[in-house]
Nanobody, 124 residues
Framework: QVQLVESGGGLVQAGGSLKLSCAASGSSFSTYVQAWFRQAPGKEREFVAG????????WRADLAKGRFTISRDNAKNTVYLQMNSLRAEDTAVYYC?????????????????WGQGTQVTVSS
């Protein structure tokens, strides 16, 4: 059974950087799309960025453009989210998720497997 485990969250000052990792265990997910979502208290889960299995296509929400970069290492079954210029409004639990096929990438309901999430807190 495939499991997704996020890591790399923490407390950072505004303007700082964090790099999140999502490791898949139990099976290779090299044929799927992986994405990062986030959910702040009292808000809906929102799409941050996604990447196709071969890394050739990436998607980013407007909130991530210019600041966040998604990448993957299929040899390590790991997807990364490099977050720069962090703001207080980036504070949320960040989730990794996986789905088959490069469609509906920005829709949480399309994803079949989720990690437990990692907390990112940005102090202003």
């Amino acid at each position: 059974q495939v499991q997704l485990v996020e890591s790399g969250g923490g407390l950072v000052q505004a303007g700082g950087s964090l790099k999140l990792s999502c490791a898949a265990s139990g099976s290779s997910f090299s044929t799927y799309v992986q994405a990062w979502f986030r959910q702040a208290p009292g808000k809906e889960r929102e799409f941050v960025a996604g990447i196709e299995w071969n890394g050739g296509t990436t998607w980013r929400a407007d909130l991530a453009k210019g600041r966040f970069t998604i990448s993957r290492d299929n040899a390590k079954n790991t997807v990364y989210l490099q977050m720069n210029s962090l703001r207080a409004e980036d504070t949320a639990v960040y989730y990794c998720a996986t789905k088959p096929g490069p469609y509906d990438v920005g829709y949480a309901r399309a994803y079949v497997l989720w990690g437990q999430g990692t907390q990112v807190t940005v102090s202003s």
